[in-house]
């Protein structure tokens, strides 16, 4: 072991004996907060959706309008930006056992509350159905 690392595993052992001490540096950092989640229904934005990411939603719509599923938002594409435009994909899993046709559905989640999406099928692995929603906001 190296000198450096004995002084300061030395200083470590001393302060932890002498009722829990740590060195300035060497002490937990705090958590730092995720920033407040804004509902997705008050604003569209590549941000809101990336703090939802890993989230499931309960979609509603199809034929007859009572289709119920449950897509988990699985990922949203680095968007592309202009002074403009922002343009990004989000995308969602659900189970290939409740597929859904390409549409306009009514999202809800607790949280990000109630909000209507035009998403298209994408891919199945053959346990579940992937789905994108494209989206170019005008800022």
């Known amino acids: ?26 002490a937990a950092r705090p958590a730092v907060k995720a920033p ?17 990411v890993g989230e499931t939603f309960q979609v509603y719509g199809g034929q007859g309008l009572r289709t119920v599923a449950n897509l988990k938002l699985v990922g949203v594409d680095r968007p592309r930006r202009s002074r403009e435009t922002e343009q990004f994909v ?10 859904l046709e390409g549409g ?15 998403i298209a099928p994408t891919v199945s692995d053959g346990q579940s159905q992937y789905y994108r929603a ?5 800022r």
């Open 1 to 26: 072991m190296q000198r450096r690392g004995f002084i300061k595993n030395t200083i470590l052992f001393t302060g932890m004996a002498l009722g829990g001490w740590i060195p300035a540096g060497m």
């Open 36 to 52: 407040p989640r804004i509902p997705l229904s008050e604003q569209f934005s590549y941000d809101n959706f990336r703090a939802y």
């Open 90 to 99: 989000a995308r969602f899993q659900g189970s290939s056992d409740d597929l």
């Open 104 to 118: 306009v559905y009514q999202f809800q989640h607790l949280t990000a509350g109630e909000f209507r999406l035009l």
């Open 134 to 138: 494209d989206f170019n906001l005008l």
